[in-house]
């Protein structure tokens, strides 16, 4: 594993490992911050509340090409009349990053938790089952990007988004209409 403290490393060569994953999930309204354990841990100067067994993450891989991997985070246990509420603050695009922590016999977090994952959140799919629902979001690496066809155009509005005061293209539209020729003299 890279970027791994000796500190976490001895946690791994022991017989009794204890680990935990944190989420940093960013919704339209706020930023969630999640942990695989029970009840509220401050870690980050952040407090994270714990899901225990209603949270799942899905497989996080790694390959030597350059292939965009995803991960899936799933959340179980809700109630179906919360559902328009929690898709209402879904939105795709918006950054997550996943932590895996260890914890020494005392309970405490080893410094320098490994940040696994990071990214996207793209569109949830909801599984209503019951009583309850599930609401699955897979998160895009960032490489997913080179994979997507670029649409930009050469007008002013497409220029404004990352340049607001840019006004290079301003005439664009003006220049679709022009029938002069350039180079030619006005003067006959």
Known sequence: M?????????????????????????FRSSVE?????TGLFSWNGQTWLGIGLFGKIGV???????????????????????LPEALSEIEQGLPAR??????????TIVPDPILCFAGRMD???IDESGETATIS?????????????????F????QRMDWPRDTG??????????TSAWGVSSKT
Request: charged content about 20%; aromatic content about 10%.
């Open 2 to 26: 890279r970027n791994i403290t000796s500190q976490a490393a001895e946690q791994c060569l022991q017989n009794r490992m204890q680990l935990a994953a944190f989420a940093e999930l960013h």
């Open 33 to 37: 911050y999640l942990w695989t354990g």
């Open 60 to 82: 996080i891989s790694e390959d030597s090409q350059l292939n965009a991997q995803g991960v899936s985070l799933e959340l179980s246990g809700i109630d179906p009349v919360l």
């Open 98 to 107: 996943l932590w895996v922590a260890f914890f020494d016999r005392a309970g």
């Open 123 to 125: 569109q949830p799919t």
């Open 137 to 153: 979001i897979t998160v895009e690496n960032r490489l997913a990007d080179l994979q997507r066809r670029l649409v930009r155009r």
């Open 155 to 158: 007008t002013d509005q497409d």
């Open 169 to 178: 293209f301003a005439w664009v539209g003006q220049l679709m209409d022009w």
